[in-house]
């Protein structure tokens, strides 16, 4: 009897070793950490995406701060967060924050979650149940989404008025994915201040999209403008900096002058840095800066109060932002201590 047990901790060890080593899991601070310190899972829609990597880094370096170990995981698709929840398991996590592919995984995942006896935290985008409501017993931290687009309505509308355009050589091109409540909150923001300070209802152009990617952004923007010939300026806005970038190029590309294009974007990662730091004016003219910071950090602090203490998370948490152009980015970002 004794000999089976001591034979069945032998292969469960040889076993989590082994899968632990080919699951890619990529623990942020461990190496340092002590034998039985907390291990929290963190797990990203898109990790090629500069605002996830930030989240990460700034989720590391809570971690290491306060004694507990960060492991990124790559959930692209369902059956990638499946595998990435396993081996959460596998490594001994007792929970793990997500910004899950699709919303609507939402009961799939907090399942499985429960399977392993783990906490969910979702970011950024949140869990819906069955009939498109927030999934009940998933905390959330995420921003104020319509404020936020009001924000860059805001900016656009002010651009367009200090530019002296008129509404009939304007139009608005609104990178729409719609499937995405934190994404179309956005957008209806952006549009719903628009349409408030003046700019006629049948100026907003949608170019819907179906996910959040750059790529799409850009071809469905060029079938827009190939509808729209006429007009002479475009206000763009989208659910964050890669779409509209997208939008941005997909303009040049048609031979719009950047004099001609205003574009407002949203995270204020590495994409729109990128793009305000290059000489000369283009068509993104800036964008509303996130805090990856209170993303990355605040939530897994979140998780690991409560796998701690017990302490239950707030279950809504909202976010703000700031504009950032190329004539404050610098200061701004120096103030929230991004770069
Ligand atoms: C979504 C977007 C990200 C970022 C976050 C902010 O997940 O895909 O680019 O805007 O929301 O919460």
């Known amino acids: 009897m004794r000999m089976m047990a001591i034979l069945a901790a ?7 070793w082994a899968m632990a080593g080919c699951g890619g899991g990529d623990a942020g601070s461990a190496g340092t950490q002590a034998a039985g ?24 370096e809570t971690g290491a701060k306060q004694g507990f170990t960060v492991i990124h995981e790559q959930g692209q698709d369902g059956e990638k967060v499946s595998s990435a929840i396993q081996n959460l398991a596998t490594e001994g996590a007792k929970g793990f924050v997500i910004c899950a592919p ?43 989404a319509k404020k936020i687009g009001e924000l860059v309505g805001k900016t656009l509308w002010e651009q367009m008025q200090a530019r002296g355009w ?31 300070a003046g700019l006629p209802q049948g100026r907003v152009f949608k170019a819907p999209i179906s996910r959040s990617d750059q790529e799409q952004a850009n071809t469905a ?3 827009l403008l190939t509808q729209h010939p006429g007009v002479k300026h475009w206000l763009i806005c989208g659910m964050n900096d890669s779409v509209v970038m997208g939008a941005v190029r997909a303009m040049e590309a048609k031979g719009l002058k950047a004099g001609d294009v205003v574009g407002v974007g949203i995270n204020g990662d590495k994409v729109a840095i990128d793009e305000l730091k290059r000489p000369g004016e ?38 703000s932002g700031v504009v950032i152009n190329r004539a404050n980015y610098q200061q701004v970002l120096k103030e929230q201590g991004v770069e």
């Open 282 to 319: 283009t068509g993104f003219f800036g964008s509303v800066l996130l805090s990856a910071r209170q993303h990355g950090s605040d939530t897994v602090e979140m998780m690991y109060k409560w796998i701690k203490e017990g302490t239950e998370p707030k279950m809504d948490t909202r976010t």
């Open 166 to 196: 008129t509404a009939a050589d304007t139009a608005l091109c609104a990178v729409t994915y719609e499937e995405l409540p934190t994404a179309k909150d956005r957008t209806d923001g952006a549009i719903d201040a628009l349409v408030a």
């Open 221 to 223: 923007t060029t079938n």
């Open 37 to 60: 310190t907390v291990k929290i899972g963190f797990i990203v829609k898109q990790p090629e995406e500069p605002w996830f990597q930030r989240e990460w880094r700034f989720a590391d």
């Open 102 to 144: 699709d919303v609507k995984l939402g009961p799939a995942i907090l399942a499985q979650a429960k399977t392993y006896g783990m906490k969910v935290i979702a970011v950024d985008d949140q869990l819906v149940g069955p009939k498109g409501e927030p999934l009940a017993g998933v905390p959330y931290l995420g921003i104020e």
């Open 10 to 16: 032998v292969v469960g060890g040889v076993m989590a």
